[in-house]
C-alpha cells in the first residue's frame, strides 16, 4: 500500500469529521430476562427489549452475558472403613447465533466442589446449597446489522450449557451423584444518535482503524501514477489500482 495515498485518505476521513459536526452520541441500557431451570439448558430464550426507533438512530450494539450454577453433590461409601471423596460439578454456557454478532463458544465456565469430605463406613452424604460465582462475557460489538434488534418488541438470546461431573473416592465402593441448575441473563447496551441531532462523528482513534481496516488493497501502479487514481478509490469500495484503472 502506497504511504502517499494511505496519508491522502487519512487526510480526507479526517476532514470529512472535522465538517460533519460534533459527536451527538449517546446509551441506552437494558435489562434482558433471565432463564433458569434443571441443566442442561437447551437454547433456552432470553428475552431482551428491541430499540425502539423513535428513540433515535442506532450505530452500534453491545451484549454481555452473566450465568451461574447452583445444586448438590452427594458422596456414598459403601466400603466397611472410613475413606475420602470429593465431587466437582462444571457447567459450559454457549449462545446460539445472533446477527451481526461474532464470539466463539464456550464463552465461560461455572462450577462448584463438594471439597475433601470424610465419610464414615456405609455413610451417604449429601451437600446441598453448592453455588458457582457468577461467570459473564461480552459478545462483542455488532455496528453492522441492526434490523433484528429495532422496533417495539423483543429479540432472543439463546443459551445453552454442558454440564459434567467429576468424583474420586476412596475404598472399593464409591458412588456419587450430583443435582445441578443452572440460570443466564444478558444486558444490552445500544449506542445511538437521538433524533435531530448531528450523525455520530467517529474519534481519531477510529478514523485511523477504520482506514487501516479498509485500506487493505496495494497500489500497483508506476510509482509516477501513484497517488492519482489510487486515491480516489472511495473507501467504502477499496479497489487495487492497477495500469492507472
Same mark, same amino acid.
Given at each position: 500500500?502506497?504511504?502517499?495515498? $494511505? ?8 476532514? #470529512?469529521? %472535522? ?9 441506552? !441500557? ?20 428491541? $430499540? ?5 438512530? !442506532? ?48 464463552? =465461560?465456565?461455572?462450577? =462448584? ?27 462483542? #460489538? ?19 450449557? %454442558? ?15 450430583? #443435582?445441578?441448575? %443452572? ?29 487501516? #481496516? ?32
Amino acid at each position: 500500500m502506497s504511504l502517499h495515498c $494511505f496519508a491522502r485518505s487519512l487526510m480526507v476521513l479526517v476532514a #470529512a469529521t %472535522a465538517f460533519g459536526g460534533p459527536a451527538s452520541a449517546a446509551t441506552l !441500557v437494558v435489562n434482558c430476562g433471565t432463564v433458569s431451570g434443571p441443566t442442561e439448558l437447551a437454547s433456552a430464550a432470553v428475552l431482551c427489549p428491541q $430499540f425502539n426507533p423513535a428513540t433515535g438512530t !442506532v450505530y452500534a450494539i453491545s451484549i454481555t452475558i452473566s450465568g451461574a450454577i447452583s445444586g448438590s453433590i452427594t458422596l456414598t461409601n459403601g466400603d466397611d472403613q472410613s475413606h475420602t471423596a470429593v465431587g466437582t460439578t462444571t457447567s459450559q454456557y454457549s449462545v446460539g447465533a445472533l446477527t451481526g454478532f461474532n464470539f466463539v463458544n464456550p464463552l =465461560f465456565t461455572n462450577s =462448584f466442589t463438594s471439597g475433601n469430605r470424610s465419610l464414615n463406613a456405609g455413610q451417604t452424604l449429601t451437600i446441598s446449597g453448592l453455588t458457582s460465582s457468577a461467570g459473564n462475557a461480552s459478545l462483542g #460489538a455488532n455496528t453492522t446489522t441492526f434490523a433484528p434488534y429495532v422496533g417495539g418488541g423483543n429479540f432472543t438470546v439463546p443459551f445453552s450449557t %454442558a454440564t459434567s461431573f467429576t468424583s474420586t473416592g476412596e475404598g472399593g465402593f464409591f458412588m456419587s451423584a450430583q #443435582a445441578t441448575n %443452572a440460570n443466564a441473563t444478558a444486558v444490552v447496551t445500544y449506542g445511538y444518535t437521538p433524533p435531530g441531532s448531528a450523525p455520530y462523528s467517529p474519534t481519531l482513534a477510529e478514523l485511523i482503524s477504520t482506514v487501516m #481496516a479498509r485500506l487493505t488493497w496495494r497500489c500497483t501502479v508506476p510509482p509516477t501514477e501513484r497517488g492519482t487514481s489510487c486515491c480516489r478509490a472511495p473507501i467504502s469500495r477499496p479497489r487495487a489500482c492497477i495500469n492507472g484503472g
